[in-house]
């Protein structure tokens, strides 16, 4: 019997400044390029998170992944240590600008590495009109 595989998806939130900025670059050309972002002081957004997992459906529990799981790896691994957090001081930004690009592939990298379901897509919604979107090194957008 072929195995059924199923989607699904589940939402996470925190909070956390940064500020956009390229070392090599000028204060002139880092403002030209990043504008209010770039403020010195920085500034928060109430990050959304949306992952995306696929898997076999289990024959006796019915479901892709437990839930709890799948939080408890979530608090662990992802809003300890952002929420609350300056996303520019942390190991993954020291050589990377703090867009939401870059930390759509951090949480990808974190997630991958969920034991019990295949992560397809990371999506994280920084403001109201901002929304990025991840699917890995085999994503069918590469180029
Ligand atoms: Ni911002």
């Known amino acids: 019997m ?11 939130h925190f909070s ?3 500020r956009l900025h390229v070392d090599a670059l000028s204060p002139e050309e880092n403002r030209a390029m990043f504008g209010k972002c770039n403020n ?9 998170v949306q992952v995306t997992f696929s ?13 709890g799981d799948l939080d408890s790896f979530a608090q662990r691994e ?5 929420d609350h957090a300056n996303l520019n001081t942390l190991e993954a930004f020291l050589d ?18 969920y ?9 994280i919604e920084e403001t109201g009109n901002n929304s990025f979107d991840y699917f890995g090194e085999g ?5």
């Open 2 to 12: 072929s195995r059924v595989i199923a989607h699904l998806s589940r939402r996470y």
């Open 16 to 18: 956390a400044s940064h």
């Open 40 to 48: 010195p002081f920085g500034h928060g957004h109430n990050y959304v």
């Open 55 to 67: 898997g076999p459906v289990d024959a006796a529990t019915g479901m892709v992944t437990n839930l």
């Open 78 to 82: 992802m809003i300890d240590l952002f």
């Open 96 to 113: 990377r600008v703090s867009t939401t690009e870059n930390l759509s592939m951090e949480v990808w990298r974190i997630f991958s590495a």
């Open 115 to 123: 034991p019990h379901a295949k992560l397809e897509r990371v999506h």
């Open 139 to 143: 994503s069918p957008f590469l180029c």
